[in-house]
């Protein structure tokens, strides 16, 4: 054999070996920007624990303009983080999206409110007006008034519902006696304002009852039937999971590795390192594997939304274990 054609045999060879432990491309979508929210799956990438799986990861980070479930509809990710309310409104209406993993075990969602506002439990909130995020983040606060007899349409017997921006300047202005935060965010941006956690009484909604699931992976069911697809998403949930536990245990290096990720610049050291440990208190435990009480809970919150609920109806097939059983084996 002449040493061309041995040079092509082997080079035909060498592409036919490379092609053939090319690593899978997955794209996911965060739900908002960059920050320690989703630090579990920039430290998978940044530790090489999704090159171990044999993927390659493109993390997309989302922000005000950015729908996940709009992204996937349209071709734009495998996988999508997002909100149970929402990721069910969508598939209400036609999206056949499936959660197949949860890492947030519990809701960082919370009602921040002023003391001096007279405010000390839930029954000092008639007559008050009260800040609440909508686009599909309203429904548990409606259905928290619902349950507690109080009307959102104002008067001294209800509550008067401002749109709140993302946010806290309606807090800070006096604009809202309380507002909507996240312990791992803006709670924290009203105390980096002036106020003090001694000016400030806070109601969670996981301790009110009404906590919906936030931060559920969730791809399309059409993906789901492929069996590559399955295996794939098999690898990312593992990898992911174990990026979420490193970052739980390593809280200050990876809140570095989401700076590091952070393209805008807008983060800082301080804000991040403390939105990591409020974070992992929401992942804590967590194996990935959606707790079906919880998801009960959401619906049922969903459900009961007041007049205009997120969805009518019981979802059929809106989750799956199969992905973070074979995860966890």
């Known amino acids: 054999m002449n040493t061309f054609l ?95 993993a949860q890492p947030f075990a519990s809701s960082g969602m919370m009602l921040t409110c002023r003391k001096d506002t007279g405010i000390t439990g839930p029954e000092d909130f008639a007559g008050k007006t009260l800040g609440v995020w909508f686009f599909g983040n309203e429904y548990p606060f409606l259905s928290w008034m619902s349950q507690i007899g109080l009307s959102t349409d104002g008067g001294d017997d209800g509550v008067t519902v401002l749109k709140q921006g993302f946010n806290v300047d309606p807090l800070l202005q006096g604009q809202a006696a309380c507002i909507s935060t996240m312990t791992y965010n803006e709670y924290w941006q009203v105390i980096d304002a002036g106020l003090t956690e001694d000016d400030l009484v806070t109601f969670k909604y996981e301790e009110m009852g009404v906590a919906t699931l936030e931060d559920g992976m969730y791809v399309l069911q059409e993906n789901l039937d492929d069996p590559a697809f399955q295996d794939k998403m098999v690898r990312f949930v593992r990898a992911s999971m174990k990026g979420w536990k490193y970052a739980e245990e390593n809280p200050d290096e990876a809140a570095d590795i989401v700076l590091e990720n952070d393209a805008t610049g807008a983060q800082t050291e301080k804000h991040q390192q403390r939105m990591m440990r409020e974070i992992a208190k929401l992942t804590a435990g967590s194996t990935g594997k959606l707790n079906e009480a919880d998801y009960e809970r959401t619906v049922q919150t969903l459900l009961k939304g007041g007049s205009d609920p997120v969805i009518t109806a019981t979802p059929e097939g809106a989750w799956t274990h199969m992905i973070t059983d074979a995860a966890l084996k």
């Open 6 to 100: 041995k040079t092509a045999l082997a080079g035909v060879a060498a592409m036919g070996a490379s092609m053939a432990h090319a690593a899978d491309d997955v794209t996911l979508q965060l739900k908002w920007v960059t920050q320690a929210q989703f630090a579990g799956y920039y430290v998978a990438l940044d530790k090489g624990f999704y090159g171990e799986e044999d993927l390659n990861v493109t993390i997309k980070p989302g922000g005000p303009d950015v729908a996940p479930a709009q992204v996937i509809a349209g071709g734009g990710a495998d996988v999508v983080l997002d909100w149970m309310p929402s990721a069910l409104a969508s598939r209400e209406k036609g999206l056949d999206l499936v959660n197949i």
